[in-house]
């Protein structure tokens, strides 16, 4: 079974730190995705990549940026927290197919609050 | 904008009947629309995935239908039970592996026996 891990389940940051939410995934998928999930707006995609060193934004990237230095491990950054940054961020990765979009297999999530 | 639209209210049904849920989107021509579960506290997890071209899609008690027309995913639990009680989200996505993936808000499902 593909397995995709968040490295913490809970966090709290105060206004202004940097924070580092870093996942990983042990099936040699090429994408990877960063969504973030808060209610009544559903997951809205911050980043992706498509490969090692390759990033896209998704439609929230502001106040975000990424990093994926090896295949297995991507991360997202918040260079300055901010109190509306406060929600529930998921990490997933998906394999190419040659054919489109493969499943989305999800970690299970960093709840971050920030102060 | 692309925006994904799913039942905004939450769906109570009685265990052992059909429970129907609606995805409709605009402003997308999607390659594909996908299915997840997702149970409190945990992240989604995948279902099933209906292509452009295909009308139906089945497994076990699942169904899904997809109507590229009328821009609208259903999806079917058939004889439903309290364990299928979760929030179902409906996603599409594109032609390219490195097309992005986008989700509807969710509809939360409720079983009762």
């Known amino acids: 079974d593909v397995k995709v891990t968040q490295s913490s389940r809970y966090l709290v940051k105060r206004t202004g730190e940097k924070v580092f939410l870093e996942c990983v995934q042990d099936?040699?998928?090429?994408?990877m995705f960063w969504y973030r999930q808060d209610p009544g707006l559903g997951l809205r995609l911050i980043y992706f990549?498509?490969?090692?060193?390759?990033?896209e934004k998704g439609d929230i990237p502001e106040g975000y940026s990424v990093s994926r230095e090896k295949k297995e491990r991507f991360s997202l950054i918040l260079e300055s927290a901010s109190t509306n940054q406060t929600s529930m961020y998921l990490c997933?990765?998906?394999?190419?197919?040659?054919?489109?979009?493969?499943?989305?297999?999800f970690g299970n999530g960093t709840r971050l609050t920030v102060t | 904008s692309q925006k994904i639209e799913q039942n905004s209210e939450a769906l109570n049904i009685q265990e052992g009947k059909t429970a129907t849920l609606t995805c409709n989107y605009t402003?997308?021509?999607?390659?594909?629309l996908q299915w997840y579960r997702q149970d409190p506290g945990r992240g989604p997890v995948f279902l099933l995935l209906?292509?452009?071209?295909?009308k139906e899609k089945r497994k076990e008690r699942l169904k899904v239908t997809f109507d590229t027309t009328l821009k609208q995913s259903l999806f079917h639990i058939t004889a439903s039970q309290p364990a299928d009680s979760a929030t179902y989200l409906c996603?599409?996505?594109?032609?390219?592996?490195?097309?992005?993936?986008?989700f509807g808000s969710g509809t939360r499902l409720s079983i009762r026996p």
């Open positions: 997933a990765s998906s394999p190419h197919t040659g054919q489109g979009n493969s499943p989305l297999h």
């Open positions: 099936m040699d998928h090429e994408n």
């Open positions: 990549s498509y490969d090692v060193k390759m990033k």
């Open positions: 402003n997308y021509s999607p390659a594909y």
């Open positions: 209906i292509r452009e071209n295909e």
């Open positions: 996603a599409l996505g594109g032609y390219s592996s490195a097309s992005k993936i986008i």
